[in-house]
């Protein structure tokens, strides 16, 4: 598998954000409590490789007066992952989605579908490995038409300025990802992690072998640390949660006691460290769900 191939659409599932579960430890631990992982891979009784799976994580208060729950989202899975989510959103009421939209137009919708700005090109590379791999775009899946979705995102123009602000642009994150492979390329300039995978996911008896070595690419990659770092985050990342933070202030002021802000997996460290630094939550439970599913392989004929 050509790294730097690999490298560039792990890199363009994260900066749309708009898939970017990838690296689900990047952000500082919650100060108070565990570090949680968002994503993982799941395995049989004999160690071979079953799923990829996201986290629903529920807070609370001590009181338990209301609960919040982080969906872990990924923006390319099965059509029953989606269908699964779809039913579970109905329990809530309010669900917080990220989509960045253009002006202040908060419908998925029209050109909103297509990113914002520079991003279109993003969601023509997770199209493209969405047919790949066989797998939903989410924009697809979800019914974003639900009477309980409240958008908690930014709009084009917000996340412009705040990137503007940050002196960030694509072409920043492109070279920032580019010396991350240079340094990860240093560690291993053979490509044998790499190589590993695929053997482990050619010879572990199941399907679907390019799709289980990304998985586990997605699940341990290293990125979000090298791309989004700094003393202040990134407006992608810290920035985008900040004005969902407010959304989910003003949906408690409204008397909303089941909340879920569903948003892409590597938004969630952060989330979870403001959810028990903030608000003074604590973690009550984790619930994994299949986004990925690894089929059998093929009986030699």
């Known amino acids: 598998m050509n790294r730097f191939l690999q490298t560039t659409i792990v890199c363009a599932v994260m900066v749309a ?5 990838a690296a689900a430890t990047g952000a500082p631990p919650p100060a108070s409590a565990a570090p949680t992982s968002f994503a993982r891979i799941a395995n049989d009784a004999h ?20 609960t919040v729950d982080l969906i872990s989202a990924i923006h390319v899975g099965d059509a029953a992952y ?7 959103f109905r329990a809530y009421d309010v669900l917080l989605y990220e989509m960045i939209v253009p002006g202040d137009d908060s419908q998925p ?14 969601t023509l590379m997770q199209n493209g490995l969405k047919d790949l791999l066989g797998l939903t775009y989410q924009l697809d ?16 123009a917000m996340l412009a300025e705040s990137m503007e602000a940050r002196d960030e642009s694509l072409y920043v994150y492109f070279w920032r990802a580019f010396f991350a492979a240079v340094d990860d390329y240093g560690r291993d300039p053979l490509g044998l992690e790499d190589w590993q995978r695929l ?17 586990h690419d997605l699940v341990t990659t290293s990125f979000s640390a090298d791309v989004f770092g700094g003393e202040n985050g990134s407006a992608l990342i810290e920035a985008r949660n900040e004005h969902a933070f407010g959304v ?16 892409g997996a590597a938004h969630m460290p952060d989330f979870e460290r403001r ?4 608000l003074g939550l604590e973690k009550t439970a984790i619930e994994w769900i299949d986004a990925w599913r690894f089929s059998p392989a093929k009986p030699a004929l």
């Open 248 to 263: 989910l202030k003003e949906q408690l002021e409204a008397g909303n006691r089941r909340i879920g802000i569903f948003y």
């Open 141 to 156: 899946g979800i019914d974003y038409d639900a009477a309980n979705f409240v958008h908690a995102d930014m709009t084009s």
């Open 17 to 21: 954000a708009v898939q970017a579960f």
């Open 275 to 278: 959810l028990v630094n903030d």
């Open 109 to 122: 919708g029209g050109s909103a579908d297509k990113g914002a700005g520079g991003l279109g090109l993003i």
């Open 199 to 215: 053997s482990v996911a050619i010879t572990s008896g199941r399907g679907n072998a390019l799709k289980i070595a990304l998985a």
């Open 47 to 66: 160690g071979r490789p079953t799923a990829l799976q996201l986290a629903i994580v529920s807070y609370a208060p001590e009181d338990e007066a209301y």
């Open 82 to 88: 989606y269908q699964d989510l779809n039913e579970r």
